[in-house]
């Protein structure tokens, strides 16, 4: 292993997270919407610090994720700042997304596998064990975020899933149900939400199954009770709230894709170098601060994923 050294990308320390700055910016979101901005959030706040069950005992650190070079994010603020398209278009879904019941949640596991089969959330993690990682997060929108993750590798995932040598892809799932998810009803958008991946990234050391947050099981705004993430991709690529996986010959098409594949291709790889049509992907803020710092070359993880794509058109790699 040698994700243990220290990157030579460290940050200087006046990066550092600050409550303060939490107060602002929810100042400023309420001057923008007037009163009903505030009420909004401060529902939404409420909602997401619902006590959330820990888990016991707290899975221990692996030691070669635990240094992700920056403050971890406050849970208060990146459980109150979400995308979550079922539950709107804005980033305070918290209240609404509490309408997801995660009880008796099943995911299935299809197309090319020895034998597909359903299994329970609860089995997943009694069969693959579960372990903290704190990772980067990227989103397009040029915002990031610290997150102390729990979960498992999506290689496990893929070893219980026995895929048939046929498989060169995996695609995950977000349920659909448009009594819990009011924007599912929206028939412009390519409902249930998909991402999928080559099955070299999705058995990278870095893939990530994630079923807890902060020490806890994962708030339903953060895509209870499972999702991905991949943190060497934009955001977009860590699909929440997963009820199937589907193992494929065919490169899936993702929900933001398929809408706009220009924008949102299916590679989507961090690259400071490559702007999105309509976002400059230079720098970002992470959520918490009011200050830019530069964005790096697959979030800073080129050492451990550089590799899958020696062979991609290195040009044009960040979106298709
Ligand atoms: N099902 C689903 N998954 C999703 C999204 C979504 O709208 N629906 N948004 C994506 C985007 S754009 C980002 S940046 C992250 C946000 O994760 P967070 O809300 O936990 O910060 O989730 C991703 N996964
Ligand atoms: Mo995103």
């Known amino acids: 292993m040698i994700y243990h050294r220290r990157p030579q990308w460290q940050l200087k320390e006046n990066t550092v997270t600050d409550e303060h700055l939490f107060l602002n910016r929810r100042q400023i979101i309420a001057g923008m919407g007037a009163g009903a901005g505030l009420a909004l959030l401060g529902s939404g706040a409420s909602a997401a610090m619902q006590p959330e069950s820990p888990f016991s005992p707290r899975p221990a650190r692996n030691p070669a994720f635990a240094d992700p070079a920056r ?23 918290a209240r609404e ?12 596991v299809e197309g090319l596998v020895d034998k597909p089969f359903q299994i329970g959330i609860e089995d997943l993690i009694k069969r693959t064990g579960v372990e903290e990682r704190l990772y980067r997060h990227r989103c397009v929108e040029a915002w990031s975020m610290v997150v102390p993750w729990i979960g498992f590798p999506m290689r496990k995932l893929v070893d219980l899933a026995r895929p048939t040598s046929g498989a060169k892809y995996i695609e995950f799932a977000t349920f659909k149900d448009t009594k819990v998810a009011k924007e599912q009803k929206a028939s412009w958008y390519p409902w249930p939400y998909t991402e999928g991946y080559t099955m070299a990234e999705a058995q990278n050391d870095l893939a990530f199954m994630v079923v807890g947050a902060y020490g806890k099981v994962l708030h339903k705004q953060f895509g209870a009770p499972l999702r991905v993430h ?6 977009f690529k860590s699909i929440k709230s997963i009820v199937r996986v589907r193992f494929t010959d065919k490169r899936p098409v993702g929900f933001w894709e398929s809408l706009q594949k220009r924008e949102y291709g299916f590679w989507a790889n961090v690259n ?13 803020r992470p959520l ?33």
Not at 97 to 108: F, G, I, M, N
Not at 288 to 317: C, F, H, W
Request: net charge negative; no cysteine; aromatic share 16%.
């Open 288 to 320: 918490g601060s009011e200050e830019r710092i530069p964005t790096l070359l697959y979030n800073g993880y080129a050492e451990q994923v550089a590799g899958l794509y020696k062979n991609n058109d290195q040009g044009r790699v960040n979106w298709f």
């Open 71 to 93: 403050p971890v994010t406050p849970e208060s603020i990146n459980s109150t700042y979400n995308n979550f398209y079922e539950f709107g278009s804005s980033k305070q879904i």
């Open 230 to 235: 991949m943190p060497w991709k934009y955001g």
């Open 272 to 284: 400071p170098a490559f702007d999105h049509p309509r976002w400059s992907q230079a720098t970002e």
């Open 97 to 108: 997304a509490q309408k997801l019941s995660t009880d008796d949640w099943v995911v299935s």
